[in-house]
Structure formats: structure tokens, C-alpha cells
Nanobody
Framework: QVQLVESGGDLVQAGGSLNLSCTASGRSFVGETMAWYRQAPGNPREEVAQIDAGGHPIYVYFSKGRFTISRDSARNTVYLQLNSLQPGDTAKYSC?????????WGQGTQVTVSS
């Protein structure tokens, strides 16, 4: 059974930082582009950042300059470093492939930023 398990979310004050992890089990994602997504209550899920098999990142406008995506293929893990967090970043963060596959959605990890 393939699982993506996210961790690292927490309650932080505005301006704070968090480091999220997404560890895969059941199969290797070494050759695939992986992405972090987020969903706030009442909003659709949106992509945050993606990283290809060669480690090259692509950021959406709101994450560029504040967030850093990386991966450790040996650990089958993708990371998302969140800096300068703002209340608008409050959401559940999840990882998946590009494009996302329904069967791979995990529980996600909650990031809550207080003002």
C-alpha cells in the first residue's frame, strides 16, 4: 500500500518558521516530480511548490522567496521549509505527485499562523 505521510505542522506566530516533511512508503518516488499543496477552509486546494527528479524547484507566486522545497531520495522524503509565515498561510499542507493522484492523498499536516 502506497502512503504519503506528512508531518511538521504546528501553531506559530506571524513571522515564524516551520519545516514540513512528507515521507513515502510502499513505492519509490525517486523518478517523479513531487509537490506540496495546501487547502484552507472554504478554499480549493492549491499547489505551493514542486520539485522534479533532478531536484529543480518551481514555486508559485506566494511561496517564492519564503518557502523552500527539497527532497532526499535516499529517504523517499520531500521537505518544505516555511519562513516568514503569515496568517494567510494557515492551511492543511499535503504532498502528492504532479499531477496529483487521488489514491495518494494523506492526512496532511496543519499549519496555523496567528497574528
Amino acid at each position: 500500500q502506497v502512503q504519503l505521510v506528512e508531518s511538521g505542522g504546528d501553531l506559530v506566530q506571524a513571522g515564524g518558521s516551520l519545516n514540513l516533511s512528507c515521507t513515502a512508503s510502499g513505492r519509490s518516488f525517486v523518478g517523479e516530480t513531487m509537490a506540496w499543496y495546501r487547502q484552507a477552509p472554504g478554499n480549493p486546494r492549491e499547489e505551493v511548490a514542486q520539485i522534479d527528479a533532478g531536484g529543480h524547484p518551481i514555486y508559485v507566486y506566494f511561496s517564492k522567496g519564503r518557502f523552500t522545497i527539497s527532497r532526499d531520495s535516499a529517504r523517499n522524503t520531500v521537505y518544505l521549509q516555511l519562513n516568514s509565515l503569515q496568517p494567510g498561510d494557515t492551511a492543511k499542507y499535503s504532498c502528492n505527485t504532479i499531477p496529483p493522484r487521488k489514491e495518494y492523498w494523506g492526512q496532511g499536516t496543519q499549519v496555523t499562523v496567528s497574528s
